[in-house]
């Protein structure tokens, strides 16, 4: 079975999209990849993409004739390949950008039945820069690409349409305005680099590649080129204020001169002087684009909603540090503020609360072995949500207003007390109650040393060090409460409940012998309760004070058996 299509840099963000809508649109689809075709593939299946009519072939732009025999039943070209990155070294950019553009465009040329080459270029190939601008290697050789394609496409005699599309948001990508966006949320963003009417333009990627996709399509865009962008996207500050509220982090209000930013040392201003270009007031000539789009049905999803799921994917991912969760993620008003959510939020099994000092990560290893949906939250304050003003309590019965039927609480450490006032106040609205290592029935020798804790946490601590200070290996779960902890004001939010849980103890042991429904606590071995109560109780062999972390699946066996 012959490709009629083939994608360079296939293996790339775009690239890769661009062949999941092509194989989707019944096309036979010629990968071409640099590297292992794994990846690819991979991500492929995660996308349900069937890949029946998909050959993976190995290709590499920057020699001449790519090392790639001739496709004879190939029509349409679609060139995706380029180094995207700021500090390249300039004859690396040029090698990807400029020479390796051309020898796509010579290969293309010697197809017997080609239709269209189709090139992506860039929204900033012809911005209009003041007076010394000075561009980084990756812009000026995609510049420079552009108009020697251009030329040469003229020169041979083939038809080639070319997309200049902006910055592209969606899943994968951490480049870019990612970067900001990560400085805000980190709570290192004082001031909006630029004026009120900097723009930034986004496109968002699945639009994006169903747009590449209809090109060749067309006899009527053999010629022309595209830019492809949302025009409706806010300008930066008022995106940058999108973010921020989404991510219930505190918006910039103050704005800095591009060329201040460009002034400073970048150890200061923590920006690429690579990008600065990018920030400008132009506008751009999308009127065909849009006008195509219309004529073919394309509609871009709403843009704020687009940076909206964006920005959880970044968060999820700790901006491209690991893979993306399963199942549905982000963050959700609760009360009044932010909440980072993970799993079903209307019918789960099983909700799920984090001790301290970590966040619904704690949980991953755990939820693998239960069966049924799952709802775990990072508590107010903590992890990756944000503060809210009422107490932690009500903030507990607002989120479980959504959720139908009566699942399992399961409730870890710190997150117990609230867990147990909830079980006695709504009986009605769940089925049973789990609490993992309470600090209110544990022997004082067995709990965390608070001192020697929030010592830990109010420093930038590394992963290692704070997992052995909680005696648990590193992993994910401990990586993601250091990310949290180094967050603004978390740190402090968590030693503050740290030091103040103590005051609650007896208070939760009479409330939790006025709890109606069924009752399972979870300890480890060196972690023994000695508040006995008449409730199941079930001891995990070896395990601490984090059983979820160390024995995940005997704790999930706990769980499932209340």
């Avoid at 969606?170 to 480049?175: A, E, L, S, T, V």
């Avoid at 090109?215 to 930066?236: C, I, R």
């Avoid at 970044?314 to 959510?341: C, N, S």
């Avoid at 071995?525 to 395990?543: M, N, Q, R, S, Y």
Wanted: one cysteine or more; hydrophobic letters at 45%.
């Amino acid at each position: 079975m012959s490709p009629d299509s083939v994608v360079f840099g296939a293996a790339g963000f775009i690239g890769r999209a661009l062949v999941a809508e092509l194989l989707r649109r019944g096309h036979r689809v010629a990968a071409a990849v640099r590297g292992p075709a794994a990846p690819l593939l991979a991500w492929l299946d995660a996308q349900d993409a069937d890949v029946r009519a998909l050959t993976v072939v190995t290709a590499g732009i920057t020699r001449s004739g790519l090392g790639l025999d001739p496709l004879p039943e190939v029509r349409d070209v679609y060139n995706c390949a380029a180094r995207y990155a700021f500090g390249l070294d300039p004859a690396e950019a040029r090698a990807f950008n400029v020479t390796g553009a051309l020898n796509v465009l010579d290969w293309t040329a010697a197809l017997p039945a080609a239709r269209r080459l189709v090139h992506l270029s860039g929204y900033r190939v012809a911005g209009t820069d003041g007076p010394g601008t000075r561009l980084g290697a990756y812009e000026e050789s995609k510049r420079e690409g552009d108009a020697a394609v251009r030329r040469r496409a003229t020169e041979l005699g083939v038809p080639t349409t070319i997309a200049n599309p902006s910055a592209v948001i969606g899943p994968g990508q951490y480049i870019g305005l990612s970067s900001m966006a990560e400085e805000l949320w980190r709570g290192r963003l004082p001031a909006v680099p630029g004026g009120p009417d900097t723009f930034v333009p986004v496109v968002e990627l699945g639009y994006l590649a169903r747009f590449l996709a209809e090109l060749p399509t067309a006899p009527e865009t053999a010629g022309q080129d595209y830019w492809v962008l949302d025009d409706a996207t806010p300008e930066l500050p008022r995106l940058l204020g999108l973010l921020a509220e989404h991510l219930g982090v505190r918006a910039p209000r103050r704005h800095v001169p591009v060329s201040l930013v460009r002034a400073l040392p970048r150890s200061l201003t923590n920006a690429d002087p690579e990008t600065l270009s990018f920030l400008s007031t132009d506008r751009y000539p999308t009127g065909p684009a849009n006008e195509f789009a219309r004529a073919r049905g394309l509609e871009a999803p709403p843009v704020e909603q687009a940076l909206r799921d964006w920005a959880d994917h970044l968060v999820a991912t700790r901006f491209g540090a690991v893979v993306a969760p399963e199942g549905p993620y982000g963050f959700q008003e609760v009360a009044g503020g932010r909440t980072w959510l993970a799993g079903d939020r209307d019918a789960p099994e099983h909700v799920l609360l984090h001790g301290l000092p970590l966040d619904g990560t704690s949980w991953a290893e755990t939820v693998r072995h239960l069966d049924g949906p799952v709802l775990a939250a990072d508590l107010p304050g903590l992890g990756r949500s944000g503060p809210v003003d009422v107490p932690l309590d009500a903030w507990l019965t607002e989120l479980l207003v959504p959720v139908k039927g009566r699942p399992l609480l399961t409730a870890h450490s710190y997150a117990c007390g609230p867990a147990v006032r909830y079980a006695a106040r709504h009986p009605e609205r769940i089925r049973g109650l789990v609490l993992v290592a309470p600090p209110f029935l544990l022997a004082p020798a067995a709990r965390r040393e608070p001192a020697a804790l929030t010592a830990v946490m109010l420093r930038r601590t590394s992963a290692t060090r704070l997992a052995g200070v909680l005696g648990v290996p590193p992993g994910e779960a401990v990586e993601s409460a250091v990310a949290s902890l180094r967050r603004s004001g978390v740190a402090r939010r968590t030693a503050a409940a740290v030091h103040g849980a103590a005051a609650e103890h007896a208070a939760l042991r009479r409330a939790l012998a006025e709890v109606t429904v069924p009752v399972t606590v979870v300890t480890g071995e060196t972690d023994p309760a000695v508040h006995a109560l008449p409730f199941g109780t079930a001891v995990i062999a070896g395990a601490g004070h984090y059983p979820q972390l160390t024995h995940p699946e005997e704790t999930a066996r706990a769980i499932a058996g209340a």
